[in-house]
């Protein structure tokens, strides 16, 4: 039981650049969500999704996309990086029962120059 | 548009020294209120309220909710290095299965 795993770790790109975070759980969770960390601002929330097929938007959900296939996966895509995505991204999943609480991925760290 | 602001930003105590951080919101119908602490990765669930005045409490560490005056606190006391972290409250509101997070207090202990 690998619980959420993220990938890459680390990650740099230069601006224009395209990429895709992966977000993969075996938990069996319906809810699955992206969230960036900035120094001093804490986690604010990218995109969500509470089931395959479906997706919504966070706080900052400009320049990026998303995309629910299955209930495992939940990539983050990134079309044309630009330097304020410099961040670190945590992806967190939790299931739709009476408990709110989220488990975190270990975070991917991107720069992008 | 649901808020919350956590204070201290940064706070430097000594250890064995006791603490409090604090954790104000606005939330339309609330649901529940979450802290984790975070050090080098990612964050880990420390504690969920969704009652006034009822106190949750793991080893040294404990946390309150006033839902009357919208705020939390979570104590912990002979603190030790390894309490060292970014500390982070969230709140939910009913029928939102999103968390809003506050900017977090970093608490360093020195020995």
């Known amino acids: 039981n690998a619980g959420v795993t993220q990938t890459p770790k680390f990650q740099v790109l230069k601006t224009g650049q395209s990429m895709t975070l992966q977000c993969a759980q075996d938990m069996n969770h319906e809810y699955m969500s992206w969230y960036r960390q900035d120094p001093g601002m804490g986690l604010r929330l990218i995109h969500y999704s509470v089931g395959a097929g479906i997706t919504d938007q966070g706080e900052v959900p400009n320049g990026y996309n998303v995309s629910r296939s299955t209930t495992e996966d939940f990539p983050l895509r990134l079309l044309s990086a630009a330097p304020s995505q410099t961040s670190v991204y945590f992806c967190a999943t939790r299931g739709l029962g009476a408990t709110d609480t989220q488990y975190f991925g270990p975070g991917t760290r991107l720069t992008v120059l | ?111």
């Open chain 2, 1 to 111: 548009e649901d808020k919350v602001v956590q204070s201290p930003l940064s706070l430097v105590v000594h250890e064995g020294d006791t603490v409090t951080l604090n954790c104000s919101y606005e939330v339309t119908n609330f649901r529940s209120l979450l802290w984790y602490k975070q050090e080098k990765k990612a964050p880990t669930f420390l504690f969920m309220l969704t009652s006034s005045g009822i106190e949750k409490k793991s080893g040294r560490l404990s946390s309150i909710l006033d839902k009357k005056e919208l705020f939390s606190i979570l104590n912990i006391t002979a603190t030790q290095t390894g309490d060292s972290a970014v500390y982070l409250c969230a709140v939910r509101r009913q029928g939102a299965q999103k968390l809003v997070f506050g900017q977090g207090t970093r608490l360093t202990i020195n020995p």
